[in-house]
């Protein structure tokens, strides 16, 4: 979903969207808008952990021993600060990403003073293609002078 207004208005109607995204007490927001807006009753987007089964609800009481096995389980470092962005890689404009990366590599450089080790990644879904990905490191080790390992590719969010 794109949480924002087309624009469009020779050919975009309506827009589905929620009270969080365009709060109908906000007519600063809402006059942004060129459609007529649909408020859905809760969310707007079509993800939700709802979808889980009953059975398989959160455990916060995992030991220290469980939380690294689920991390080694998708190649994230057993301990260390875990950056995140599960969009589509190819929705990270070049801004941002610099962005990530400078902040990236400023935690592994106090990291590694303090313990000598750089245990913080950021941790991307991984695209179709392996040119996304091999770009994205490029400019990670080019400009920032990371490692490969600072980047994970997940297979699915």
Known sequence: G?????????YMDYMITDSIVTPPSNPFIRKEYTEKLILMPHCY???SHKSLKENSKLDTNLS??????????????????VFCCHSRPDKIDPI????WLNALKLVREKLTKESKT??????????????MERNLRQIATDEFQLPDDALIFAEIA
Do not use: Y
């Open 2 to 10: 794109f949480p924002a207004s087309s624009g469009a208005t020779d």
């Open 45 to 47: 987007f079509v993800n």
């Open 64 to 81: 220290m021993n469980d939380i690294q096995h689920l991390r080694l389980n998708h190649d994230l470092p057993p301990r260390g600060f």
């Open 96 to 99: 941002t990403f610099r962005i």
């Open 118 to 131: 750089a245990d913080a990644v950021l941790w991307l879904l991984k695209s179709n293609g392996m040119e």
